[in-house]
């Protein structure tokens, strides 16, 4: 073999091996599809960048251990931690570090039992299920209840901790809840912590990020807020997040629900009158302002 042929085959052109996974375009639609967290859109960058250069030492024959994929996602509800799984699974698969681009979401309900020897069968069925993919657990936390002596969270946890460890290479386990209750429970549970490479957290949304995403949601349902009803949802949004249970796009979502039933209804009631198409797609100040949030102040 000459030098220059040996020196080629030596070499790697990230950019086509770039190219060549499509990932691109799964970071395109992650930008695309979520407003703001800047965080986490670099860290997603950064853990694709690192797995394409993994890839790119495999197909150079430089033996390594496989890098670690397990993560935590930390953050308040509708903050969009698992639309952020499912991109993340799309980018292991396309660049093959898992076999099937799926994603299996579960809780405590799903994996432990409530009778001796249920919780093992329960939980080893809902792996297989991930296998090949990504097995995303919300409100991990809730596996742990040291509390009650008869709980059977622990045997789910064991089990998880060991597949995690010897299935690394066919499974990526995501792990998601509230930040402090995740920080306690990686305290209580250091075997989990300890498998745990990616810590990513998820913050709240501004109004101003909200509003947006109440104009994307309505877009996408062939919505559209009239200029008075861009003003009300704008205060709608202001006085939501200061009350209990605010879920941040989850609840902007149940709002825009609520305002297209009112609009159905404000339709309805005038009925024996043509309606064009802007009417059908007009959400009004009206539909908005008569939420009980205006008047919960």
Known sequence: MSAAMETAESRVDLGKLYAESNIGETIDQLESDLVGLLPVKTRIREIAALLLVESARRGLGIQAEAPSLHMSFTGNPGTGKTTVARRMADVLHRLKYIRRNHVVTVSR?????????????????????????????????????PENERDYGQEAIEILLQVMEDNRDDLVVIL??????????????????????????????????????????????????????????????????????????????????????????????????????????????????????????
Do not use: C
């Open 109 to 145: 309900d799903d994996l432990v039992g409530q009778y001796i020897g249920h919780t093992a069968p329960k939980t080893k069925d809902i792996l297989k299920k991930a296998m090949g993919g990504v097995l995303f657990i919300d409100e991990a936390y809730y596996l742990y209840r």
């Open 176 to 297: 998601a809840g509230y930040k402090d209750r995740m920080d306690t429970f990686f305290r209580s549970n250091p075997g989990m912590a300890s498998r745990i490479a990616h810590h990513i957290d998820f913050p709240d949304y501004s109004a101003d990020e909200l509003f947006r995403i109440a104009e994307m949601m309505a877009t996408t349902m062939h919505y559209r807020f009239d200029e008075a009803g861009q003003a009300v949802m704008r205060e709608y949004i202001a006085l939501r997040m200061q009350q209990p249970r605010f879920s941040n796009a989850r609840s902007i979502r149940n709002g825009i629900d609520r305002a297209r039933l009112r609009q159905a209804n404000r339709l309805f009631a005038g009925r024996g009158e043509l309606l064009d198409r802007a009417a059908l797609e007009t959400i009004t100040a009206e539909d908005i302002r008569v939420s009980r949030v205006f008047t919960q102040q």
